[in-house]
Nanobody, 127 residues
Framework: QVQLVESGGGLVQAGGSLRLSCATS????????MAWFRQAPGKEREFVSA????????YYVDSLKGRFTISRDNPKNTVYLQMNSLKPEDTAAYYC????????????????????WGQGTQVTVSS
């Protein structure tokens, strides 16, 4: 079993930045592919970004490329999401997810890929 705990959300003005963290425990973090998803009120959950277990491969939804950066620190069992130039439409609950499996590129983008999820952290961007 893997426990995921997100932090770093909050209220920020448009154009500002936040860094989300997802701390994990329970199993060998370096064996897990990690991802961030988000869900805005009244909308479906959507993929934001993912990173391979080694950290060598990263994946982003096209609309966020250049503003968001995913990274991981395996010795600290933590994955990060740096979010810059935030917009009101980035307002959502952000969720961290983990998968221990070997994934194809397509797999990284799918919520069904991930076996473990955090409780989420709220990001609110004011205009």
């Amino acid at each position: 079993q893997v426990q995921l705990v997100e932090s770093g959300g909050g209220l920020v003005q448009a154009g500002g930045s936040l860094r989300l963290s997802c701390a994990t425990s329970g199993r060998t973090f370096s064996n897990y592919a990690m991802a961030w998803f988000r869900q805005a009120p009244g909308k479906e959950r959507e993929f934001v970004s993912a990173i391979s277990s080694s950290g060598r491969s990263t994946y982003y939804v096209d609309s966020l490329k250049g503003r968001f950066t995913i990274s991981r620190d395996n010795p600290k069992n933590t994955v990060y999401l740096q979010m810059n130039s935030l917009k009101p439409e980035d307002t959502a609950a952000y969720y961290c997810a983990a998968s221990p499996r070997s994934l194809t590129t397509r797999d990284y983008y799918l919520g069904s890929t991930y076996d473990y999820w955090g409780q989420g952290t709220q990001v609110t961007v004011s205009s």
